[in-house]
């Protein structure tokens, strides 16, 4: 038989969550929950696999990011979803309110959404291919104050989660742009602005890894061929960037400082005008200013931004990068509709977040198993006793189980008990059960009582 | 651009949940967990992909029921898992405990799962392609004590989740095995004693469905060919089999009378001492016998079992089949190690039991939001008043939002909370702000009450 066995394999890139990792990232999850739902934020689900045009757009490539599936029961390719938030633009889009039958979803609207995403990648690399995401975003608000909420959730994540040191950094893709109308980028021949100040954007976003230099060397740098986004910036243009990204302050300083830098310009002048906007809701809401940080280095890679976006970033382990991130996007529906709506929201990558804790030991892993006492079967003919204990300890909420080993000695059981990690033994042997009494051996501080039997679940209340 | 745009449709098979019945199927997967880990139950996660052989095994056919991805990242296949036993089973061969480093995991083990399995199949069936199982499993124990807390947490599910009117159904493959010995099933030419058994078990399990005379004609049914494993079996042993599917009698009865019907067949009399071992263990976990139901037709398709077999019946849904089965099934891990290792357990359809429940008005969607109150933003310039309103009420542990609508009149927002199905609207105006006071109303009563602005917290307290 051994000849036919399979290896008992995971593919690379894939988890398992065993106790008692699963039991502290759980706990990671209902403190984010808790944050998330008191704001408001609805939780939903949509499934593991989606139509194909619908994660990648009818008019995009096949996405080679997407696991794709094989289906022959369908007429369209299905796929794994990369993001929660194509499948919550689907959902909005499917389901408009309607004034007369009162259904589908009413705007504005909060919701939360956690679960696995799927990335198609080689395992080798060490990356997660399915990892969780954890995304609150706000649909059908333009105020800034659904921004500000962002921020704040952001925070008090952060906070809840009892991590000390962290930078919530803030900059607007409307200041972006307007850097990109002071440096004088335009249409060339076979490139349009739009891509040369994306080309732009995603060379600012590279500031925290190669430093502002190598930044404006490659802001600098000519094209290479007539479709080569380079944004070569001129001498003068250079000087203005390097102005702008080292201004410094605190956040109203740099704000202030920016408005004169941005002077004519008005898209980065609203942009500022956001940013003061959510500043002052944030503040509002009792969140301090401390680990609010404008940083007008940030883009956010993502194309979808068009306003305000948002990092957080571990001071004591800033090489997990940004834990929880994201933006207003002004386009979240188009590809469904056609129709733009205002949306904004962050996701954090919970896989990363959970490596990032338990980098610095801010994860719990103490709790082995969810029993909390284990019932000792000694004698031969208790069974029935013995279940009754368990019964009632149950009864008064405790999480019990009782000895279930083929070996019934009590010392394979209770050292089985200790490897398992339960709070409590109950014994119960010959003697107990003639004096009424029970034996409760506490394996934390190896105190071991003896009470009557019927005040055992007093005891445990 | 509308030319372009996809259609915000979902493959056929796939659930989305939105509130209210995502907030209603959470409550209900809460009470079951509640269940499980009462009994010590460890939860775990597995990935949504799988190598295909780890699901299909090595020797087997490539699983047409299964999901395959395309992926040139790895060497093996990929697919979906139908199931969590066989990642329950690939877990245990990867983590065998280690008695010198205490690593891995030690048996007997209780683990519960949650979570999507997935089955590839025609979406116009109407069937769920993507749907949850909730699976208890003790692995690693021959104790029936195992399998009757897999009963005693049917019994317990089905209480906390408000049925009334259910059965437990319980069978030992031990017994249908000796049935195969009563009813002399032997080998013929091409076909082994074991596939005629199995096959024979296969139309019992249609009683419920065909009946008794139907089943008996299928079982003396000549083969059409010499690969057909028809049972083919005799008018002496269709008397035989007659005589024990119509034992009636409560469940002792129906033991003892079976027990006079196999003697001398020791495989049936070993089933039958674990069913009256089982319903001893159970009573001895103070479950009323009432709803259990010894039904010596129940065989539970899967060729995997090699013990007892229960299943659970809403009496007032019958339609939806069992909802909540299992049993016991000792080739776990064989796929892996090539050894034994006894488990027992059993799984909930979520998605069923949550339709069965809905059918039976069971399952309560009144829940429309996690937001409790609504802040609406009246005065214009009180955004900071409203945002510590708010700021105050989640402090206290209520779920609060704040009208977020670009619309701010009275009347949009106060409409707009109704529609939203918050309990509570807190109104605060020029004149509200001008006593120090709110106005907090409740859309449940509709009465609206006026409160001290620093009582508030108090209030919802």
Known sequence: ??????????????????????LAREKMLKTIEKVFRSFGFDPIETPRLE???????????????IFHIKSTHDDEPLAMPFDHTVPFARILAANPYNTRTKAGIRLPWRRMVVGPVFRSDTPQSGRYRQFYQFDADIAGASSMLADAEIVAIMFLTMEALGVKQFKIRLNNRKILNGLAKLANIADREE???????????????????????????????????????????????????????????????????????????SIAQEGIDELGQILEYVAGMGIPSEPLEIDFSIARGLDYYTGPVMETVLLDAPEFGSVFSGGRYNNLVSRFTGKELPATGASIGVDRLFAALSHLEAIDRSEETVAEVMVLRIEKDRDADYLRIATDLRSVGINTEISLADDTTFKKQFNFAISRGVKFVIICGGNEFEKGTIQVKNLQTRKQEEIPRDELMKYFK
Do not use: H
């Open 51 to 65: 139509f194909l045009k619908t994660l990648a757009g009818e008019t995009s490539d096949t996405g080679k990011n």
């Open 191 to 265: 490139v349009s602005t739009d891509d040369i100040t994306k080309e732009m954007m995603r060379i600012l976003d590279k500031l925290d890894k190669i430093g502002l230099d190598k930044v404006l060397a490659e802001l600098q740098a000519e094209p290479e061929t007539a479709l080569d986004a380079a944004p070569a910036l001129s001498g003068d243009a250079i000087e203005k960037i390097r102005a702008f990204l080292n201004l410094k302050g605190n956040n109203e300083e740099k704000l202030s400082l920016c408005r004169t830098v941005f002077e004519g310009v």
């Open 1 to 22: 038989m051994a000849e036919d066995t399979v290896k008992p394999e995971r593919p690379g890139g894939f988890l398992d969550f065993l106790p008692p990792d699963y």
